[in-house]
């Protein structure tokens, strides 16, 4: 079943445009992950969904349900979420088990709220810690904490803004770990808003990444990484970089393209003109000839077993380029590089007309 | 040489240099002079042997007395009444003002903070105007008693209610700043969870609202134990004594041969005062919650019709109706005429203002409490250096030592002056008291935290390495102190002088006990009138000292600027 579908969503604050045209539509028990740069309008995103925030133009259905549209909205009580917030939002009066139990107040009669409490702090492992306050706990159990209030009441959809932003490195490992098995374990459908790729990637079975107020593209984790649809996207993704082309000829998901003096074929759909040749670093290698490009060492760094090597192409753009290499070899170094895939876009893609940044992330 | 070592380590270790020691002595000296030996002298008198010598005679004596525990009593229960009454207003017009969304909410937190700038001498005699059988207000609605009735303010509950208005603001500032630190997140979290509003309200609001609620109650309560005017315009006629007004009583009746017996009287007030002080210190540890910071909760409800016009008429009930009937009281050319608009004139004021006592009565305040404002500055500025940038045990003393004054009520400060300060002075053999020096010292010891509490929160929270910079340049300590620390201290040390200013202009506590004939100030003249029973000319007075203070504020708001201006009581 269709989970949420977005038709037309926009939004302005004060006259300047946040959201404008979100089209939206997710299958019940997906996990997506809206990705972007600060001020895309990701958070202004979920606080629609969530009925925080009224939409402008436009209408959604969550679970067949129309709740917001012209002259209708349905308020966040009875929207039946759960939702992570950024501070955690913990209630800092009331106790861990306190806060769960609160949650279900409306839902569950007493005994029964008992029982799921416990049940969902067991779920979160954090039965030990049920009568602690909040601010007696740490980051990542507080986090915990707030997990289980929003999915004890069993929602439909779970909303998480940002739910990693204040944990460190290695914490942020094992709750992503943890939103694969909750996710997993309770077949809710799970929107994360994050601003790192490499999140949403962990997680995400879709992933609508967002630009300037609109969603740029949304798919599955390896569509954006194999076929990026904006210059934007493909720099977004998976450390990804972009070099000016010109697409020669265009035939059956192929382009013929040159790329300073040399002429190649890779994978794409864009029609003969300007255009973009979208790049990762294991899409490079060492030519052992001229290759299809010459390029300046800048720097090199030795990460998980090899020479990760920045170069400079020379006549492509300013784009710096990184691959992996055997060896050190030493800045200032001329060499060539193969270039043995690589996605085209059109040079009509790029960037969409950008809205002004809006102070709501 | 050990013993010099250690002396010498109390004004501060070895990196303290020489002209700061010197400094620090000086402010020691100061400090002993107008604080620690006029408090001293009262805990000795206190504890002084009974007139056979018995073992703290005048403390058993006074303390078996009858009129004591009466007025002991009166304090307790009118100050708890009081509180009850400071932290409902207080309390109920902060979650209106702060939850529900209305037009004019900054006009209303203007009003409800009036009771805290009008002095309460002006506050007492604006309710016994707007309550007595000449009210020009109830009279015309035929609400206002008889004449031969008495005026209801004049007793236990009269005290109490004005009592409890003139403390609202003490709470409503408290839980208004609560309610500014509640996070959206908390109850947007809770809405998402479909708790109904009502229970938001109740379990999740209302809860972060509770430590402040009880910390404003509890320093309204200090003051309410605190207060001279109201149980003077009130009880004193009414016959409910209060410890502070029976202080005032005592040694107005008696003189100075009773100075045991009041010192014993103070120090029960210290007492109280103090013990509710300090539980306030332990309910704020105990029971803080500490609050993640966020986007800031804004009202989105809008008010219903009938929220707003309730709201409004409290506010009109405490804030505007009793300066209006002290205003059109002040309009009425004699005494027992009721106010008509055809009889309305100046007469009064033409009157007070060509009464010497009065006149002189506004220079005396005007410059006692100028010069109170200076002399704090000037020593605020270099205490809280030392305190902050060069701290030692003599200094940490000091800082405390400064803070008492401000802590205990008012009449014991006055008291402990004329304790220390009645006998004639060793070399110069002359007694201050009967000279305007003594009022000048008693404002210098009440009022120095006003300024200093701001500038040692700004000394703290600004940057240590902007005086190692000019060390390091080699500039010295009294051009560093004028050049570098005064200014980066600016707006909070002009803010803490302002409130010095309008404080000491408005207050009646310290010189009811210490005044003398030529050395009358407003709060003195404003009692005195409405004691001779000229209640015209006393809300004449009242009137123009509220117009000087009104004017005093406009005046330093114009002058601070935005930045300094901000940091005024009254924008709280």
């Given at each position: ?6 038709l037309g969503?926009?939004?302005s604050?004060g ?5 404008s ?5 997710l299958p019940g ?7 972007g740069?600060?001020?895309?309008g990701k ?11 009224l939409?402008?133009?436009?209408t ?5 349900r129309?709740v917001?549209?012209?002259g209708?909205?349905?308020p966040?009580e009875?929207r ?10 913990l209630?800092p009066n009331?106790?861990v088990?306190g ?7 409306t839902r569950l009669?007493?005994s029964a709220r008992r029982?799921r409490t416990?049940e ?5 492992g954090l039965a ?9 706990l ?6 915990r904490v707030a997990l289980a209030?929003?999915?004890a ?5 779970l909303?998480?803004d940002?739910p990693l ?17 909750l996710?997993a374990?309770t077949g809710?459908?799970?929107i ?8 949403a990637?962990?997680?995400?079975s879709?992933i ?5 107020g609109?969603?740029a593209?949304m798919?599955?984790p390896?569509t954006l ?6 210059p934007m ?9 972009t ?6 000829a ?5 382009c013929?393209i040159r790329?300073?003096?040399a002429?190649l074929?890779?994978p ?15 899409d490079?290698?060492l030519a052992?000839?001229?290759g299809?490009?010459r390029a ?6 030795f990460q998980n077993?090899?020479?990760l090597?920045?170069?400079l192409p020379?006549?492509?753009?300013l784009?710096?380029?990184?691959l992996?290499?055997p060896?050190?070899l030493?800045?200032g170094?001329?060499?060539g ?9 059109g040079g009509?893609?790029a960037?969409p ?6 102070a709501h992330? | 040489m050990a013993?010099e ?16 020691r010197m400094l620090?002595?000086v402010?020691c ?13 009262l ?10 010598g018995e073992?703290l005679?005048t403390?058993r ?5 009858r009129?004591t525990?009466?007025a ?7 100050s708890l009444i ?5 932290t409902?207003?207080?309390?109920a017009l ?6 529900l969304?209305?037009p004019l909410?900054?006009?209303l937190?203007f009003l409800i903070?009036m009771?805290l ?8 005699l604006?309710?016994i105007?707007l309550?007595?059988?000449q009210?020009p207000?109830?009279?015309?609605l035929g ?7 008495g005026n209801?303010?004049y007793?236990?509950?009269?005290i109490?209610l004005?009592?409890?208005i ?9 839980v208004r ?6 996070p959206a ?13 009502r ?5 999740v609001i209302?809860p972060l ?8 109650a509890l320093l ?12 003077a315009?009130l009880g004193?006629?009414?016959?409910v004594p ?5 202080i ?7 003189g100075p ?6 010192a014993?009287?103070?120090?029960i007030l210290?007492l109280?005062?103090?013990?509710a002080l300090?539980?306030?210190?332990a ?5 803080r919650?500490?609050v993640?910071t966020?986007r800031?909760?804004?009202p989105?409800?809008p008010?219903?019709l009938?929220?707003?016009?309730l709201?409004?008429a409290?506010?009109l009930?405490?804030?505007i109706?009793?300066l ?5 009281t002040?309009f009425v050319?004699?005494i027992g005429v009721?106010?008509?608009l ?9 009157r007070v ?5 009065v ?7 005007l410059?006692l ?8 500055l000037?020593?605020?500025l270099p205490?809280a ?6 701290p030692s045990?003599?200094m940490?003393?000091?800082d ?8 205990v009520?008012g009449?014991v400060?006055?008291l402990a002056m004329?304790l220390a300060?009645?006998p004639?002075?060793?070399?110069i053999?002359?007694?201050l ?6 009022i000048l010292?008693?404002y210098l010891?009440?009022f120095l935290p006003?300024?200093l509490?701001p ?8 940057d ?7 060390r390091?340049?080699?500039?010295g300590?009294?051009?560093r102190?004028?050049r570098?620390f005064a200014p980066s ?8 002088a302002?409130?010095i ?6 207050e009646l506590?310290l010189s009811?006990?210490l005044?003398?004939?030529g050395?009358e100030t ?5 009692f005195?009138?409405q004691y001779e029973?000229n209640?015209?000319a006393a809300?004449a007075?009242?009137v ?6 009104i004017g005093?504020?406009a ?7 935005r930045r300094?201006a901000a940091a005024l009581?009254?924008?709280?």
């Amino acid at each position: 079943m269709t989970q949420i579908r977005a038709l037309g969503l926009g939004k302005s604050f004060g006259g300047n445009p946040v959201l404008s045209g979100i089209d939206l539509t997710l299958p019940g028990g997906a996990f997506l992950a809206l990705l972007g740069p600060s001020g895309c309008g990701k958070t202004t995103l979920l606080r629609l969904i969530a009925g925080f925030e009224l939409a402008d133009t436009g209408t959604l259905h969550l679970g067949g349900r129309a709740v917001a549209g012209p002259g209708l909205h349905v308020p966040p009580e009875q929207r039946g979420l759960g939702m992570v917030f950024q501070s955690y939002a913990l209630w800092p009066n009331m106790t861990v088990a306190g806060n769960v139990e609160f949650a279900l107040q409306t839902r569950l009669p007493a005994s029964a709220r008992r029982a799921r409490t416990a049940e969902m702090l067991q779920a979160v492992g954090l039965a030990h810690l049920a009568d602690r306050r909040p601010h007696e706990l740490s980051g990542g159990q507080r986090q915990r904490v707030a997990l289980a209030r929003a999915l004890a009441p069993s929602p439909q959809l779970l909303l998480l803004d940002e739910p990693l932003a204040n944990l460190d490195a290695h914490l942020r490992h094992r709750m992503l770990a943890e939103f694969r098995r909750l996710h997993a374990a309770t077949g809710t459908t799970f929107i994360l808003v994050t601003h790192d790729q490499d999140e949403a990637m962990a997680v995400a079975s879709h992933i609508a990444v967002m630009d300037g107020g609109r969603i740029a593209q949304m798919g599955s984790p390896e569509t954006l990484y194999r076929r990026p649809a904006t210059p934007m996207v493909a720099r977004f993704i998976g450390h990804g970089a972009t070099l000016p082309v010109e697409v020669l000829a265009h035939q059956s998901d192929r382009c013929r393209i040159r790329l300073g003096h040399a002429q190649l074929e890779l994978p794409g759909s864009a029609a003969p003109g300007p255009g973009w040749l979208c790049l990762h670093r294991e899409d490079l290698r060492l030519a052992h000839g001229a290759g299809h490009l010459r390029a300046e060492i800048l720097s090199r760094s030795f990460q998980n077993g090899a020479w990760l090597t920045h170069v400079l192409p020379r006549d492509a753009g300013l784009d710096v380029l990184s691959l992996c290499l055997p060896e050190p070899l030493a800045p200032g170094a001329e060499i060539g590089i193969d270039i043995a895939q690589g996605w085209i876009i059109g040079g009509n893609a790029a960037a969409p007309a950008r809205l002004p940044e809006a102070a709501h992330a | 040489m050990a013993a010099e070592l250690r002396i010498g380590r109390i004004l501060g270790d070895r990196r303290t240099g020489g002209g700061e020691r010197m400094l620090a002595l000086v402010l020691c000296l100061y400090v002993a002079v107008v604080t620690i030996w006029p408090l001293g002298q009262l805990l000795l008198t206190a504890f002084r042997p009974g007139p056979e010598g018995e073992l703290l005679g005048t403390l058993r004596d006074t303390l078996a007395a009858r009129a004591t525990g009466r007025a002991f009593w009166n304090t307790l229960s009118l100050s708890l009444i009081s509180v009850a009454i400071s932290t409902g207003l207080g309390v109920a017009l902060a979650l209106a003002v702060g939850l529900l969304k209305m037009p004019l909410r900054a006009t209303l937190s203007f009003l409800i903070l009036m009771p805290l700038v009008i002095p309460s001498q002006t506050l007492a005699l604006s309710w016994i105007e707007l309550m007595g059988a000449q009210s020009p207000i109830l009279r015309p609605l035929g609400l206002a008693p008889s004449p031969g009735a008495g005026n209801p303010m004049y007793s236990r509950a009269g005290i109490a209610l004005v009592m409890g208005i003139e403390h609202m603001p003490l709470v409503f500032i408290a839980v208004r700043a609560a309610l500014r630190g509640l996070p959206a997140d908390l109850v947007e979290a809770a809405r998402i969870a479909a708790i109904p509003p009502r229970r938001i309200l109740a379990r999740v609001i209302l809860p972060l609202t509770y430590p402040s609620a009880l910390a404003g109650a509890l320093l309204a309560f200090t003051a309410a134990v605190g207060n001279f005017g109201i149980p003077a315009l009130l009880g004193i006629p009414g016959r409910v004594p209060m410890l502070t007004t029976l202080i005032y009583q005592r040694l107005n009746g008696f003189g100075p041969s009773v100075a045991g017996q009041v010192a014993v009287l103070a120090l029960i007030l210290t007492l109280m005062a103090v013990a509710a002080l300090l539980l306030r210190s332990a309910a704020m540890r105990r029971l803080r919650v500490p609050v993640e910071t966020g986007r800031p909760f804004h009202p989105t409800r809008p008010a219903p019709l009938w929220a707003q016009g309730l709201i409004w008429a409290v506010v009109l009930m405490i804030a505007i109706l009793p300066l209006a009937a002290l205003v059109m009281t002040s309009f009425v050319p004699a005494i027992g005429v009721p106010f008509s608009l055809d009889i309305a004139s100046f007469e009064q004021y033409r009157r007070v203002l060509a009464n010497a006592a009065v006149v002189r009565g506004f220079q005396n305040s005007l410059v006692l409490s100028a010069l109170a404002a200076a002399i704090c500055l000037i020593v605020a500025l270099p205490l809280a250096y030392l305190a902050t940038r060069r701290p030692s045990p003599a200094m940490a003393a000091l800082d405390l030592a400064a803070e008492a004054p401000w802590v205990v009520p008012g009449t014991v400060v006055a008291l402990a002056m004329i304790l220390a300060f009645l006998p004639p002075l060793p070399l110069i053999g002359m007694s201050l008291y009967g000279t305007g020096a003594i009022i000048l010292i008693a404002y210098l010891a009440r009022f120095l935290p006003l300024v200093l509490r701001p500038v040692a929160a700004a000394a703290a929270a600004g940057d240590p390495a902007q005086d190692e910079a000019a060390r390091i340049a080699g500039i010295g300590l009294f051009r560093r102190l004028a050049r570098i620390f005064a200014p980066s201290v600016a707006p909070a040390a002009l803010a803490g002088a302002v409130l010095i200013l309008m404080t000491a202009m408005n207050e009646l506590t310290l010189s009811a006990l210490l005044w003398s004939s030529g050395r009358e100030t407003i709060g003195v003249m404003v009692f005195s009138l409405q004691y001779e029973g000229n209640s015209t000319a006393a809300a004449a007075v009242s009137v123009l000292s509220t117009l000087l203070l009104i004017g005093l504020c406009a005046l330093a708001e114009a002058l601070l600027g935005r930045r300094a201006a901000a940091a005024l009581p009254w924008r709280a």
